[in-house]
């Protein structure tokens, strides 16, 4: 009898502790479907390509971008915007609003190719963007220059030389095309700058020791039969443009600036100084120059750009 009941009450708690779980199941079940149908009335999170895709889609109801791109580490735009490789990062941006027939980007790259391709042949609609160079192993572009038909295009390397040729020197061609010989390089020397040669503007040369020089361009050009100064040919060793020693260091960059213009120099250590291109002394080709940015022992000047001059606020 005591089994009995114990066993009957046993049963019946059972019974009662099997009911609860159910009920709890049920409820538990009841606000998963909830918390389901409250997602699917939701917008989905876009996936990284997708999000791309709108980025890229904003971009074409504004001004037009190209994007020259190289195999050389990632940055935020890349990752962000463009479905780029992951050794892959942007190089230069164009900015345009119309694609004029008369028109062509000059592509510079570190072993000192050089390829000229018609502006409007980027023409696209493609969110993934479309080939523009096809690199060469270990090599990666260095800029990206626009040019109108007839400019003067200004190669600068690491161990200070420098040519100046004009762009005609290099046929326009197709999107998958490698590109021709720029300037001839020895030894292990590498293209550090590229630029337009603009009529009034010096070139600005910096080494990674933080020296640096102005140059006026007419110093790159050769003496032509008549005695007009002219451009030099593509592909040749080119001039001596720096006067590379020990206390200098290899040279870093270069820039094309004017007289109104503010050129930043940056160190690996962190630091940025902003100077007038004016304040800097012009020289001629193969000379040292003076020190421009004072570096810290064991760091090094790693990049030059130029920026527009910002008048001082008045006190």
Known sequence: MH??????????????A?????????????????RRDQTDNQSPRPSANEAAE???????????????????????FAENVLPLLPEESVTALVVTREFHENEYLMMVTRKGTVKRIPFIALKTNRKGGIRA???NEGDHLINVIRTEGDD???LATAQGMAICFNENDVRPMGRDAAGVRGILLT??????????AEEGKTLLTVTVNGFGKRTELTEYLRTGPNGEKIAQGRGGKGLKNYNITPKTGPVAG???????????????????IRVPASDINIYKRDVQ???????EPGNQLVAIERIAKVEEPQK
């Not at 609860?20 to 079940?29: C, D, N, Q, S, V």
């Not at 030894?187 to 337009?196: M, N, P, R």
């Open 289 to 295: 120059g003076v020190i421009v940015m004072r570096i």
């Open 54 to 76: 709108q980025a890229a889609a904003a971009l074409e109801n504004t001004d037009m971008i190209i994007c020259g791109v190289s195999s050389f580490g990632v940055d935020w």
């Open 254 to 272: 270069c820039r094309v600036v004017g007289e109104d213009d503010d050129v930043m120099l940056i160190e690996n250590g962190g630091v940025i």
């Open 3 to 16: 089994k009995s009941r114990n066993g009957a009450v046993s049963g019946k708690l059972k019974r009662h």
């Open 152 to 154: 003067n295009i200004l």
């Open 18 to 34: 099997n009911g609860g779980r159910e009920e709890r199941r049920h409820t538990e079940g009841k606000r998963t479907k909830d």
């Open 133 to 135: 160079i096809t690199l």
């Open 187 to 196: 030894g292990d020397d590498f293209v550090v700058g590229a630029e337009k």
